[in-house]
């Protein structure tokens, strides 16, 4: 069984400042991915960024990035720069080595970023 | 430009009614998917398909059945509605296999039973 967890329910951070929204995971696969999505207070999940366990270098998406320490199982999202459009729910997700792509989230950090 | 549509973004029904809740997506993609988002605890997988008239099941697929019988069609299906099935439901499509392949989401439907 695969678990995903998100310690923060809710975090503010200030406009222009960077922030860190923390993701541990726990599987006994070998191969799996890790996700990251926002969902705006309109509802709808964007895809972020993501990392495969094998990858050795750490994913970056533009103001986003991904820091992945496997020996620590954590996958935090970097946010550099945050705006106002930032704010929204932020979901850690995980595919384990399954034929279906099925994910495995967390429980969600809401994050609000103050002007 | 990518697309999964959800047939309604709100809805009531009453405890015992038959609901279905419908998804397209136009990516041809082989996976679809059934999630419920309740606060605190993310979304849950309900069930998912990899392919036409394929299910399988999810975390929590009881008190739901759910019918692919086109590729880009999935339906959710709750047979006797009951209070605790009041939640968002998500769709999501994706490509089949392994690797990066993201789960491309709906709009969701934000259903109350009462």
């Known amino acids: 069984a695969q678990k995903i967890t998100q310690t923060q329910p809710g975090m503010f951070v200030q406009e222009k400042e960077a922030v860190t929204l923390d993701c541990t995971y726990d599987?006994?696969?070998?191969?799996?991915?890790l996700f990251w999505y926002k969902q705006p207070s309109s509802g709808e999940m964007i895809f972020l960024i993501y990392?495969?366990?094998?990858?050795?270098q750490n994913a970056t998406e533009g103001r986003y990035s991904l820091n992945f320490q496997k020996a620590r199982k954590s996958a935090n999202l970097v946010i550099s720069a945050s705006q106002l459009g930032d704010s929204a729910m932020y979901f850690c997700?995980?595919?384990?080595?399954?034929?279906?792509?099925?994910?495995?989230f967390g429980g969600g950090t809401r994050l609000m970023v103050k002007p | 430009d990518v697309k999964v549509t959800q047939s309604s973004r709100y809805l009531v029904k009453r405890t015992g009614e038959k609901v279905f809740l419908e998804c397209v997506q136009d990516?041809?993609?082989?996976?679809m998917f059934w999630y419920r988002q309740d606060p605190g605890l993310g979304l849950r997988l309900i069930y998912f398909?990899?392919?036409?008239?394929?299910?399988e099941k999810g975390d929590i697929p009881e008190g739901y059945s759910v019918s692919r019988e086109k590729k880009e069609r999935f339906s959710l299906i709750l047979e006797s509605a009951s209070t605790n099935q009041t939640s968002m439901y998500l769709c999501?499509?994706?490509?089949?296999?392994?690797?990066?392949?993201?789960?491309?989401f709906g709009p969701g439907t934000r259903l109350t039973v009462l």
């Open positions: 599987t006994s696969d070998q191969s799996y991915g």
């Open positions: 398909s990899y392919d036409v008239k394929m299910k």
């Open positions: 999501a499509s994706s490509l089949g296999g392994q690797g990066g392949n993201e789960q491309f």
């Open positions: 990516m041809d993609h082989e996976n």
């Open positions: 990392q495969g366990s094998y990858d050795e």
């Open positions: 997700a995980m595919r384990g080595n399954n034929a279906g792509n099925m994910l495995t």
